[in-house]
C-alpha cells in the first residue's frame, strides 16, 4: 500500500473547492492507498480501456472513483507521496468488488516495482483453530512483530454469515409459504370439483374402465400439477433470493441447481398426497348409487 493525495488533473492543481459533490471533496481532502502490480487482479474486471503490464506512464482506476471525479481515459493525474509527486496517465478503469473481502484499491500502477516511494505491506492469513489458540498465535505474532498491525475480522465475518443466514431463512420460508398456497388453492379446486370428478369416473367404470387405470390417471394428473407447482415456487424463491444478493447485498451469487429439482419432487409428492386424501372417497362410492344421483 501507497499513500498519497491527489494534488492534480491534467496539470491543474485541485482543491475541494473545485468538486461539487461531498464525496467527490472528502476523496481530495485525504490521502488515497495506491499500490502497483503487473497483473490484473484476478477480482477486478476491466471496464474502460486496456491494462498492459510494465507500461511506463499509466494508471487504472476504479470506475466509481473516475465517475466521481469526472475523470476519463487519457487523464494525467499528479499524487503527492511524502512529498514525492508521481504522475501517470489512465489507460484502464476497473470495476472493483468491494464486498470480496479481498484487499482493493482506487488506483493502481500496472508496474512490478515501484522504487522511491514508502510503502506498507498488507496481507491476510485464516487460522483454521480453536479461537483462544488463534489468539495466543496472535499475541505471539505482534510480541515478534511490535510493528504489525493485526485485525481480527472473525466478528464482522460472523456478522455477515448472521445477515446471510436471516436472509436464507426468508427466502426458504418464501419457498415453503409459495408451495403450500398452491396446495391449499389444490386442495379447494378438488374440493369443489369432487362431485363432478365421482360422475366422471362413474360412467367412465360403467364403459368398462378400470379402477386401476383411473386411479393411475389421477396419479398422473396430481404428480404433474404439483410438479409445476414445485417448480413454480423454487423459482420464485431463486429470483427473489438472485435479487436480493445482486440489488441489497451487492455480492455474486451462485444458484444451486438443486433447489428447482428438489422443489418440483416436493411438490409432486405433495400434491399426490394432498389430491389422494382429498379424493379418497371416490373409490368408495358405489357406481350405481352415483348414477342414479346423476339421473335425479
Not at 476491466?46 to 466509481?64: F, K, N, Q
Not at 438472485?242 to 405433495?270: C, K, Q
Request: aromatic share 8%; net charge positive.
Amino acid at each position: 500500500m501507497i499513500r498519497g493525495r491527489l494534488v492534480g488533473i491534467n496539470g491543474q492543481p485541485i482543491r475541494p473547492g473545485s468538486f461539487n459533490s461531498d464525496r467527490a471533496q472528502r476523496l481530495v481532502e485525504r490521502e488515497f492507498n495506491l499500490s502497483h502490480t503487473p497483473e490484473l487482479p484476478t477480482h477486478n474486471a476491466v471496464s474502460a480501456g486496456r491494462w498492459t503490464p510494465e507500461e511506463a506512464d499509466a494508471l487504472s482506476v476504479e470506475e466509481g472513483l473516475a465517475q466521481t471525479l469526472n475523470l476519463r481515459l487519457g487523464d494525467r493525474l499528479q499524487f503527492d507521496i511524502a512529498g514525492i509527486v508521481r504522475e501517470g496517465r489512465i489507460t484502464s478503469m476497473r470495476k472493483v468488488e468491494w464486498g470480496s473481502m479481498r484487499v482493493n484499491f482506487f488506483v493502481l500502477f500496472p508496474h512490478a516495482e515501484l522504487g522511491g516511494v514508502p510503502s506498507t505491506y498488507i496481507s491476510a492469513f485464516k487460522a483454521p483453530m480453536p479461537a483462544a489458540t488463534a489468539q495466543a498465535i496472535d499475541r505471539a505474532l505482534l510480541q515478534a512483530f511490535p510493528n504489525i498491525t493485526n485485525v481480527d475480522i472473525s466478528a464482522s465475518v460472523a456478522q455477515v454469515q448472521q445477515v446471510l443466514n436471516q436472509v436464507i431463512s426468508a427466502v426458504e420460508f418464501l419457498f415453503a409459504f409459495t408451495l403450500a398456497s398452491g396446495l391449499l388453492v389444490l386442495v379447494a379446486t378438488i374440493t369443489a370439483t369432487r362431485e363432478a370428478r365421482v360422475r366422471e369416473y362413474a360412467v367412465m367404470r360403467a364403459l368398462g374402465a378400470r379402477s386401476q387405470l383411473l386411479q393411475r390417471m389421477q396419479r398422473a394428473e396430481l404428480l404433474g400439477v404439483g410438479a409445476l407447482s414445485g417448480l413454480l415456487a423454487s423459482c420464485v424463491a431463486m429470483a427473489i433470493g438472485a435479487v436480493l444478493a445482486r440489488s441489497v447485498f451487492e455480492f455474486n451469487w451462485a444458484p444451486s441447481p438443486w433447489v428447482p429439482l428438489v422443489g418440483t419432487v416436493a411438490g409432486a409428492l405433495l400434491a399426490w398426497w394432498a389430491g389422494a386424501w382429498g379424493l379418497r372417497a371416490i373409490w368408495r362410492r358405489p357406481v350405481v348409487d352415483t348414477l342414479r344421483r346423476a339421473a335425479q
